[in-house]
């Protein structure tokens, strides 16, 4: 075999960092070994994986090609080394999970999944559906879970499931008296809103159709527990999932709204895997934690 895994390690770490040096303290190496093994590695195919630009190593059109399948080289090594150690099959697991996911549901799944017997640690990044999306494209996440709908050709969107959005109000509220809201409501009303990029936004906006342009929109803010704080002091009202709800309503400090029975606020939480990332037991194993939640 003219190349090493050590060289992949290498190369893999220099295309996240784009620089040699960062690279090499990520591996524990002295920055000449690691130039020295990317050199090698380039060489011996007579090569050129990274245009050079001062000390910036930024990947070209050919590494950007075998990048993927270095990385899914690289998983199905450090797995297996694993099971010749006689460790558990499930290791340390990257995770990224839009809000909504993040902060009600995947941090049950964590402990759960760390508490296999080699106790392998998980990583969890908070973001948009947007960020999420980007890093797992990127490989710097293993695994996203998404609240957002996505149209993507380098990723596997998986359906998880299923949610729904909830009009919510203060009980001072003018329409915390109504029955049901009609449209002419929901186009006067003062709105506390997601962010643009986030599946909440995404799903509010499908469910909107319409009324869009004459919706007024006072705040657009990127944390739930934000919205739920403006919506109780009466700014306005919002639009957000069941899970963040349930407790403030159980504690009346905020009331559900119910809107015309044509809006539609169901959704769909969805796993995306990059389509090339190698399928590790670990993967396997946090999406079934998750179908058991």
Same mark, same amino acid.
């Given at each position: 075999?003219?190349?090493?895994?050590?060289?992949?390690?290498? $190369?893999?770490?220099?295309?996240?960092?784009?620089?040699?040096?960062?690279?090499?303290?990520?591996?524990?190496?002295?920055?000449?070994?690691?130039?020295?093994?990317?050199?090698?590695?380039?060489s011996?195919?007579? /090569?050129?994986?990274?245009?050079?630009?001062?000390?910036?190593?930024q990947?070209?059109?050919?590494?950007?090609?075998?990048?993927?399948? @270095?990385?899914?080289? !690289?998983?199905?090594?450090?797995?297996?080394?694993?099971?010749?150690?006689?460790?558990?099959?499930?290791?340390a697991?990257?995770?990224?999970?839009?809000?909504?996911?993040? =902060?009600?549901?995947?941090?049950?799944?964590?402990?759960?999944?760390?508490?296999?017997? =080699?106790?392998?640690r998980?990583?969890?990044?908070? @973001? =948009?559906?947007?960020?999420?999306?980007?890093?797992?494209?990127?490989?710097?996440?293993?695994?996203?879970?998404?609240?957002?709908?996505?149209?993507?050709?380098?990723?596997? !969107? /998986?359906?998880? #499931?299923?949610?729904?959005?909830?009009a919510?109000?203060?009980?001072?509220?003018?329409?915390?008296?109504?029955? !049901?809201?009609?449209?002419?409501?929901? %186009?006067?009303?003062?709105?506390?809103?997601?962010?643009?990029?986030?599946?909440?936004?995404?799903?509010?906006? #499908?469910?909107?159709q319409?009324?869009?342009?004459?919706?007024?929109?006072?705040?657009?803010?990127?944390?739930?527990?934000?919205?739920?704080?403006?919506?109780?002091?009466?700014?306005?009202?919002?639009?957000?999932?069941?899970?963040?709800?349930?407790?403030?309503?159980?504690?009346?400090?905020?009331?559900?709204?119910?809107?015309?029975?044509? %809006?539609?606020?169901?959704?769909? $939480?969805?796993?995306?895997?990059?389509?090339?990332?190698? %399928?590790?037991?670990?993967?396997?194993?946090?999406?079934?934690?998750?179908?058991?939640l």
């Open positions: 075999m003219k190349y090493s895994f050590r060289q992949l390690e290498v $190369f893999l770490a220099a295309a996240h960092y784009q620089n040699i040096t960062r690279a090499a303290e990520s591996l524990a190496m002295s920055q000449s070994a690691a130039s020295s093994a990317l050199k090698e590695l380039e011996q195919f007579d /090569i050129q994986l990274f245009d050079r630009v001062g000390k910036r190593l990947l070209n059109e050919l590494g950007r090609l075998y990048r993927p399948k @270095a990385e899914a080289l !690289v998983a199905q090594a450090t797995e297996l080394e694993q099971a010749f150690s006689k460790h558990s099959e499930v290791g697991l990257k995770v990224g999970a839009t809000l909504t996911i993040g =902060n009600y549901l995947a941090v049950g799944v964590m402990a759960e999944y760390m508490s296999s017997p =080699n106790h392998p998980v990583s969890l990044e908070v @973001a =948009n559906t947007r960020a999420i999306a980007r890093r797992v494209k990127d490989f710097e996440l293993d695994i996203g879970l998404i609240e957002g709908e996505l149209q993507s050709t380098e990723l596997e !969107v /998986i359906p998880w #499931r299923g949610d729904q959005l909830v919510f109000c203060s009980p001072d509220h003018p329409l915390a008296r109504k029955a !049901v809201l009609t449209d002419e409501d929901l %186009r006067q009303a003062v709105w506390i809103m997601r962010e643009q990029g986030s599946g909440t936004r995404q799903s509010f906006e #499908r469910g909107m319409g009324l869009l342009p004459d919706l007024t929109i006072l705040l657009e803010l990127e944390h739930t527990e934000a919205i739920k704080r403006a919506v109780e002091a009466n700014l306005g009202i919002g639009c957000l999932s069941q899970l963040v709800l349930t407790d403030a309503f159980k504690r009346g400090s905020l009331v559900p709204l119910t809107v015309p029975e044509h %809006r539609k606020f169901d959704r769909q $939480f969805y796993f995306i895997l990059h389509k090339q990332k190698y %399928r590790s037991a670990g993967i396997d194993r946090w999406m079934t934690l998750c179908r058991e």
